[in-house]
């Protein structure tokens, strides 16, 4: 599975758009771009995933660069419930194990 | 529907000492999952199971072992425990590709609230 860079820390005012970017040049064809979140003490949730369309739900929006070597997620009004460590992954979708890797992930801090 | 849940929720042990973590899943996933995490580190993959009767290690196996005796339980047992296994365990499940492939449902971990064990 490919390597993901993210930044350590990103500050947000609330009700602004909080774009958090993630580094992963070495993706595989095959392989999506998942994110998940982890609020304070709590097990980390699943958010979005996509391999080359930009992707939305309710959450959030996924934007994946051209050449899939870059995305950024979007959680375009965010709220103080939104300060969580968010994790970029790579990985195949149809991968036999289903392992996820965590990296350090990027402590998002919603400020009133 | 409960998703994952987690036996005890907060643990003390002393060292040497043996205990069990209980996970359970009412989804029918196929695929369980046990990981720690340390302050300030993502979660790390301690063991896994990609069905009844089938486990495998992950990245930090040493002084863990686990069993899935049925589809819906995974156990993460302490044989013997060490300060250095203080941590937040979390179980995870998902879909197997077959499973998610008949319905079309996503790939995504679902996870348990976690389990705090300290050991002294």
């Known amino acids: 599975d490919a390597k993901t860079t993210q930044p350590t820390s990103m500050d947000c005012a609330e009700g602004r758009a909080a774009n958090l970017p993630c580094n992963h040049s070495t993706i595989s064809g095959n392989e999506y771009v998942y994110w998940y979140r982890q609020i304070h003490s709590q097990g980390p949730q699943y958010i979005i995933h996509?391999?080359?369309n930009n992707e939305t739900n309710e959450m959030a929006s996924l934007i994946i660069t051209e050449d899939r070597k870059s995305s950024t997620l979007i959680l375009p009004h965010a709220t103080l419930r939104d300060t969580a460590v968010y994790y970029c992954i790579v990985r195949v979708w149809s991968s036999n194990t289903g392992k996820l890797i965590f990296g350090q992930g990027t402590t998002l801090q919603v400020k009133p | 529907n409960a998703g994952v849940t987690q036996t005890p929720k907060f643990r003390v042990l002393k060292t040497g000492q043996s205990m069990t973590l209980l996970c359970a899943q009412d989804m029918n996933h196929e695929y369980m999952y046990w990981y720690r995490q340390d302050p300030g580190m993502g979660l790390r993959l301690i063991h896994y199971?990609?069905?009844?009767?089938?486990?495998a290690k992950g990245e930090v196996p040493d002084g863990y072992n686990v069993s899935r005796l049925k589809k819906q339980n995974f156990l993460l047992g302490l044989e013997s425990a060490a300060p250095s296994q203080t941590s937040v365990y979390f179980c995870?499940?998902?879909?197997?590709?077959?499973?998610?492939?008949?319905?079309?449902?996503?790939?995504?971990?679902?996870f348990g609230p976690g389990t705090r064990l300290t050991v002294l």
């Open positions: 995870a499940s998902s879909y197997s590709p077959l499973q998610r492939l008949a319905g079309g449902q996503y790939n995504e971990q679902f």
């Open positions: 996509g391999l080359k």
């Open positions: 199971s990609v069905g009844e009767g089938t486990t």
